[in-house]
């Protein structure tokens, strides 16, 4: 079965990809969509342009789709780009998000194609320790949530991030894996890359109560 990943270069992305590659399915395509709406209802925005060194690093093609990021329309853009594709399913990296879910569900049927949600519905604490614990760097790069200050930005998510994700769900009731949009992640390494991205420049961008660590310079190393 030949499948495309929907890919941000953020956890879930990466992760759910992951999985599908464990379970022996063929990933061909990496496909990302490029909105210039930064407050796009379902598609990942911070850094997006580094999924060009990600997709070397995983040695995956990718699929690159522009898009306004008008509601709904940012659909059919999808779906413009999954038509032309000789594959038999896709992979996305939905956790709780039934929007996003029920609508690539939506164009999946159109295409006649599967759609592969492997992460769905999963307890937020068990996987994002999962992920970490398999071998995922990972850090955060944008934030939008009460508790989550400048100081969250750059912060890789290891035990000690985690638990201090705990005590803010308790406290403010954000979504410890970060799927309500309360933060944004980037990938560095993962088993299933070849070279690992390290980020060289950067900068801190803050608006009122939410930011985004904008990238710079990052280059791929060999591991």
């Not at 580094?50 to 997709?55: E, F």
């Not at 944004?184 to 608006?207: A, C, G, M, Q």
């Amino acid at each position: 079965m030949k499948l495309a990943s929907l890919f941000s270069g953020g956890k879930d992305s990466v992760y759910a990809l992951y999985i599908m590659q464990q379970s022996g399915y063929d990933v061909g395509h990496l496909v990302s969509v490029f909105s210039e709406n930064k407050y796009s209802y379902m598609y990942h925005t911070p850094n997006i342009f580094l999924v060009d060194m990600l997709s070397d690093a995983l040695n995956i093609q990718l699929i690159k789709k522009a898009t306004k990021g008008e509601k709904e329309k940012e659909i059919d853009d999808l779906k413009d780009v999954l038509k032309t594709l000789d594959i038999d399913g896709v992979v996305s990296g939905a956790i709780a998000s039934t929007y996003q879910k029920t609508r690539i569900d939506k164009i999946c049927t159109q295409l006649g194609i599967k759609s592969f949600t492997p992460l769905w519905r999963r307890k937020q604490v068990e996987l994002i320790k999962e992920i970490t614990g398999n071998g995922f760097e990972v850090i955060i790069t944008g934030v939008s949530a009460l508790g989550l200050d400048e100081t969250w930005l750059g912060r890789k998510i290891d035990e000690e991030c985690i638990k201090d994700l705990i005590v803010l769900n308790e406290k403010y009731k954000i979504n410890v894996s970060g799927e309500g949009g309360e933060y944004e992640t980037l990938v560095l390494d993962s088993p299933n890359f070849r070279k690992k991205l390290v980020i060289e420049d950067y900068e801190k961008i803050w608006e009122k109560d939410n930011g985004i660590m904008n990238i710079k310079k990052a280059i791929l190393k060999e591991k």
